[in-house]
């Protein structure tokens, strides 16, 4: 396969992993001689594209992660039928985190439900750091993807992503409105931009999540508003 071809399916993945954010974490038991272990695992991708989990230290995964970090962490949609609409399995070791200050406001723009959870003593975030892609995008799509292609590319968005949001949900509600009646059909009296990526954004519409891919990645602030604004102008043009 063509160079440029391996790079665009692991975009592709990408995106996959980012619009699905729940999945089946599998560790080694430690209570069962290293056999596989599955549990449900909530998770958000960083600014480097690796997944990141919030658990307690009481739970059967996190003990089995500090016993042997491999694991592996597969996203499907909540489909009828999830063999169809695909899946991405991420394979990889997970490290616990020293500061879960540092990612907690970005998992709790994501996951409110676990503020609660966030400020317990016992819980804390493990990031995988990816080794290895598997990415089915259907009957007949299966592909390997390396782990250097997966990841994102180098930006600056972590350092920018508060700014953005600020901005976003104070000035440009209106604009936010537009996105999701245009791309997703969605009409919500409740709209806030909870997170910005190199990959595209995210919207709470309501009770609802949705995801937008931008065309090419932004790896800065300015390539962020440049990809907005075109998003405005194609809002406009088409009502």
Known sequence: ????????????????????????????????????????APFVLDHQGRPVILISTLAEHTRNLDADARCSLIAHP???????????????????LPDKHVLGPRYLRYFPEAEGYFA??????????????????GFGSI?????????????????????????MNQDHAHNLRAY??????????????IGVDVDGFDVRADQRVLR?????????????????????RSCRAAS
């Open 1 to 40: 396969m063509p160079e440029s071809a391996q790079r665009d399916r692991a975009v592709e993945a990408r995106c996959f992993v980012r619009a699905h954010p729940h999945g089946v974490l599998s560790t080694l038991s430690k209570r069962l001689a290293g056999a596989p272990f599955g549990s449900i």
């Open 212 to 232: 937008f891919d931008f065309d090419q990645p932004a790896t800065d602030a300015g390539a962020v508003r440049e990809a907005l604004v075109a998003l405005a």
């Open 78 to 96: 909540c489909a009828q039928d999830p063999q169809a609409a695909g899946r991405v399995t991420l394979v990889g070791r997970a490290e616990r």
């Open 120 to 137: 317990m003593h016992d819980f804390h975030f493990y990031r995988v750091q990816v080794e290895a892609v598997r990415y089915i995008g």
């Open 143 to 167: 592909h390997w993807i390396a782990a250097e292609d997966f990841a994102a590319p180098a930006n600056s968005l972590e350092d920018s992503e508060s700014s953005i949001l600020e901005h």
């Open 180 to 193: 999701c009646e245009h791309v997703h059909g969605v009409h919500a009296d409740d709209l806030r931009m």
